[in-house]
């Protein structure tokens, strides 16, 4: 009898050992600190850039990890990362603030230019997938990459008045409802820049560089 009431309960319930697990984040107000800590590590300068491009980005670290230099207009400050890349399947561009391109160009120098990718430990040698993992738990940071777009997010939620469709662009995030979806036919750029340069701006203040956001605005050709 109740091999058979298990039999009939078990196809409604579903696999019993598929719990969600939560990535491990950082309250944001914690980020500026990581940053600070991941800067002064002794750990390869190649890790600790794509951990900072990583953080100023939001991005995946799948997509951070397999960033190629013809996706990076540098003056028009955007980085297009191709749909085969990206979870959704669909193209997705990445505003860059200044600190962004300071980092693409420590990234270049490092590299020497050899090889597609942007991130390498030489040679064009894609870092580990695990690499970021590594840096984190090694610096006693209590989070993992991926949790980086949970501080992101709550911050955009708690400290900004951002729509909430424009910071579910920056994250790329599907529209899940159809009848939205319908009229959600632009990619809010433009918008999407003002939240990135605040959240680069928000980090900035937070390891005590106001400026550094202005500095690369300039840099880039935008005004300050």
């Known amino acids: 009898m109740c091999i058979i009431c298990c039999d009939r309960i078990g196809p409604v319930l579903g696999p019993q ?25 002794t750990a390869p300068e190649v890790a600790k850039l794509a951990f900072e491009f990583l953080v100023l980005t939001a991005a995946r670290w799948s997509e951070v990890r397999w960033a190629e230099w013809e996706e990076i207009d540098r003056n028009a400050g955007v980085w ?28 270049r120098t490092l590299g020497k230019g050899a090889g597609p990718l942007v991130f390498t430990l030489g040679e064009g040698k894609p870092l580990n997938d695990k690499e970021l993992r ?25 400290e900004t008045d951002h729509p909430r469709e424009v910071i579910e662009a ?38 005590g560089c106001p400026h550094q956001v202005q500095q690369g605005d300039l840099a880039r050709g935008r005004p300050g």
């Open 80 to 107: 297009t990362v191709a749909a085969r890349r990206m979870k959704a399947n669909r193209r997705h561009r990445v505003p860059l603030c200044g600190r962004a391109l300071e980092i693409l160009e420590a990234a």
């Open 170 to 207: 920056a994250l790329a995030h599907v529209v899940r409802n159809r009848v939205e979806a319908a009229y959600a036919r632009s990619d809010l750029f433009e918008r999407r820049r003002v939240l990135m340069d605040d959240w680069a701006r928000y980090l900035a203040q937070g390891m």
């Open 134 to 158: 590594w840096l984190v738990r090694e610096q006693g940071i209590a989070a993992v990459p991926h949790g980086f777009r949970s501080s992101f997010r709550d911050w955009a939620a708690e």
């Open 17 to 41: 050992q598929d719990v969600t697990e939560h990535m491990r984040t950082l309250p944001h107000g914690e980020v500026a600190g990581a940053i600070r800590t991941v800067r002064a590590a």
